[in-house]
């Protein structure tokens, strides 16, 4: 089992930058792939970029490329996902998600990740 928590989501300006954090907690000896999503009021589920064990292998959703950053600290079990540029419709709640993987430069698919956080709330107000 991995437990994830989620920190650093708010209410901020369209064009500032929050910084979301992901502790893992657990099983951490394994390798795991992790990931951001969010959810807007209303709509499905989104992957918003996913990143591999060995932080090598990053993968973005088009609405977000260019503008977010996924990063990880594996001694610290922490992924990181930083929003620059925020605009309203980045407004959603935020979870982080783990799967354990047994390769290192494996970003899994959406439907993959086993593990998830509870979410943090992001809101951009224009």
Do not use: H
Not at 84 to 104: G, Q
């Amino acid at each position: 089992q991995v437990q994830l928590v989620e920190s650093g989501g708010g209410l901020v300006q369209a064009g500032a930058s929050l910084r979301l954090s992901c502790a893992a907690s657990g099983r951490t000896t394994s390798m795991y792939a992790m990931a951001w999503f969010r959810q807007a009021p209303g709509k499905e589920r989104e992957l918003v970029a996913g990143i591999s064990w060995s932080g090598g292998m990053t993968s973005y959703a088009g609405s977000v490329k260019g503008r977010f950053t996924i990063s990880r600290d594996n001694p610290k079990n922490t992924v990181y996902l930083q929003m620059n540029s925020l605009k309203p419709e980045d407004t959603a709640v935020y979870y982080c998600a783990a799967r354990i993987t047994d390769y290192s430069d494996y970003v899994p698919g959406e439907f993959e990740y086993a593990y998830w956080g509870q979410g943090t709330q992001v809101t951009v107000s224009s």
